[in-house]
């Protein structure tokens, strides 16, 4: 089993700032990529940033410069720092790895439970 574990969401005003964070535990052989997505109301799920194993980031446009992710690989943890923040960054965050588990040589996606970031006055 795996379980994908996610804090850090919040309340916050625009131009405020947030660091998310999602701990990887179970039965995992490596991690291949972890990654940020999000929903936002009425609009459909869309990646926000990601880093591989060789510690590669990539970011959509409209965050790149303003977020950053990061990995601590002793813990198995991604953070999403996210600052500048703006009422259109309001959606719930999910947190994704592909990763290998013990005795499987395909990767499988996971999946954490969502966290809710809301950007407003």
């Known amino acids: 089993q795996v379980q994908l574990v996610e804090s850090g969401g919040g309340l916050v005003q625009p131009g405020g700032s947030l660091r998310l964070s999602c701990v990887v535990s179970?039965?995992?052989?490596?991690?291949?990529?972890m990654a940020w997505y999000r929903r936002a109301p009425g609009k459909q799920r869309e990646l926000v940033a990601a880093?591989?194993?060789?510690?590669?980031?990539n970011y959509v446009d409209s965050v790149e410069g303003r977020f950053t992710i990061s990995t601590d690989n002793a813990k198995n943890t991604v953070y999403l720092q996210m600052n500048s923040l703006q009422p259109e960054d309001t959606a719930v965050y999910y947190c994704n790895a592909n990763l290998r588990i013990r005795g499987w040589v395909r990767p499988f996606d996971y999946w954490g439970q969502g966290t809710q970031v809301t950007v407003s006055s």
């Open positions: 179970g039965s995992i052989f490596s991690i291949n990529l």
């Open positions: 880093v591989n194993s060789g510690g590669t980031t």
